[in-house]
T-cell receptor
Framework: DTGVSQNPRHKITKRGQNVTFRCDPI?????LYWYRQTLGQGPEFLTY????????KSRLLSDRFSAERPKGSFSTLEIQRTEQGDSAMYLC????????????FGSGTRLTVV | RKEVEQDPGPFNVPEGATVAFNCTYS??????FFWYRQDCRKEPKLLMS???SGNEDGRFTAQLNRASQYISLLIRDSKLSDSATYLC????????????FGTGTRLKVLA
């Protein structure tokens, strides 16, 4: 399968715990995006990487959130001290250099904070 | 005001009907537009790009009106399998090509 892969698919955690999600983009795509989606809303942009460089971060990404893409391949999104408001679907997407041809999304990680 | 706005619906239509969704965007400098389809609890999937000249893919027709800053999607001969949420998407103008999503329009096609 050469699509975008995200792990885990589901994560239930207690409030205050740290969680980390992983995204493996399509191998030839150098652009990687993280989005968050809550019920009844469209995906909201969190952050963007071109290769290993994090080029843009949304104001939605508080200090408790950090993302990395150490070798320009897979990426991780970590949430520290989770809050109930962090419960959402976290979507990763990748695209080729051209950018204007649409993203390919992974199947997402659904986070539930209890 | 949201950058991309859609009527959330739901639109309930009988099988075989024609249904149209509109979407407005606020950033006149946006370059790229798309429609994505999202099934319940699944990831969004690219349905089609949207061009000023209009484009058609089978039963689906998308149109971009830059003067009025709206995008449309027309679905002809609706199938039960078309039931989903349709997300309108515009690109940012910051050069990162991040996409701005609308809240989505829910469509339910009834037998």
């Amino acid at each position: 399968d050469t699509g975008v892969s995200q792990n885990p698919r589901h994560k239930i955690t207690k409030r205050g715990q740290n969680v980390t999600f992983r995204c493996d983009p399509i191998s030839e795509h150098n652009r990687l995006y993280w989005y968050r989606q809550t019920l009844g809303q469209g995906p909201e942009f969190l952050t963007y990487f071109q290769n290993e460089a994090q080029l843009e971060k949304s104001r939605l990404l508080s200090d408790r959130f950090s993302a990395e893409r150490p070798k320009g391949s897979f990426s991780t999104l970590e949430i520290q001290r989770t809050e109930q408001g962090d419960s959402a679907m976290y979507l990763c997407a990748s695209s080729a250099q051209a950018g204007g041809s649409g993203y390919t999304f992974g199947s997402g990680t659904r986070l539930t904070v209890v | 005001r949201k950058e991309v706005e859609q009527d959330p619906g739901p639109f309930n239509v009988p099988e075989g009907a024609t249904v149209a969704f509109n979407c407005t965007y606020s950033n006149s400098a946006s370059q790229s537009f798309f429609w994505y389809r999202q099934d319940c609890r699944k990831e969004p999937k690219l349905l089609m790009s949207v061009y000023s000249s209009g484009n058609e893919d089978g039963r689906f027709t998308a149109q971009l009106n830059r003067a009025s800053q709206y995008i449309s999607l027309l679905i002809r001969d609706s199938k039960l399998s078309d039931s989903a949420t349709y997300l309108c998407v515009g690109s940012s103008t910051s050069g990162t090509y991040k996409y701005i999503f609308g809240t989505g329009t829910r469509l339910k096609v009834l037998a």
